[in-house]
């Protein structure tokens, strides 16, 4: 039984890039998240990855085309990374859990979204500077989630080297706290 269905795909009949892959991602109650891809040629959908856990989702988004995140009904948040490149098809089928966190109340709504009105680059000022070296903690992609308890939420995308820095600042908070 699907219980969500998302997609990235522009609803545009002017689409630049007719080679890029419409891809959608469906949350099925009993078999996690499955992938599928649309072929406008024959008008029909393939599913192309999924997850083998048993996650019974209760939400689901797509973060990116290869990235999604889903809620499950134990008050879990997971994240799967889709593996297009890959060499083998057994690994391209199958979604890989690259996070899992337990939130502790069930999500019944994932939505692109920011909880600050309108977007700011960064400026000098945002700069952190600390022995003699600085980076601009940039993110990427905002996710709303409301629970079934009332509760709001947000999940930022960093990249790489805004997680390595927070991360070492995590590591060092630990030691003195």
Do not use: H, W
């Given at each position: ?40 040629e024959f008008q029909t959908l393939e599913e192309i990855a999924r997850d083998f856990n048993q996650f019974w989702v209760t939400s689901a988004e797509m973060l990116t085309d290869d ?111």
């Open positions: 039984m699907s219980l969500v269905v998302k997609s990235l795909a522009q609803f545009n009949e002017n689409y630049e890039n007719p080679n890029k892959e419409q891809l959608a991602i469906i949350g099925d109650m009993m078999r996690s998240i499955s992938v599928v891809k649309y072929f406008p990235i999604y995140i889903g809620a499950e009904n134990f008050n879990g948040i997971f994240v799967l990374k889709r593996n297009p490149g890959a060499a083998s098809e057994e690994v391209r089928c199958r979604l890989d859990v690259i996070g899992m966190f337990n939130l502790g109340e069930m999500v019944n709504k994932f939505m692109k979204g920011s909880l600050v009105s309108g977007t700011k680059s960064p400026s000098p000022s945002d700069q952190v500077s600390t022995l003699n070296v600085s980076f601009t903690p940039t993110t990427g992609s905002e996710t709303l989630f409301g629970t079934v308890d009332g509760s709001l939420g947000s999940v930022i995308g960093l990249n790489p080297v805004t997680t390595t820095v927070l991360a070492a600042l995590e590591r060092a908070m630990t030691k003195v706290v």
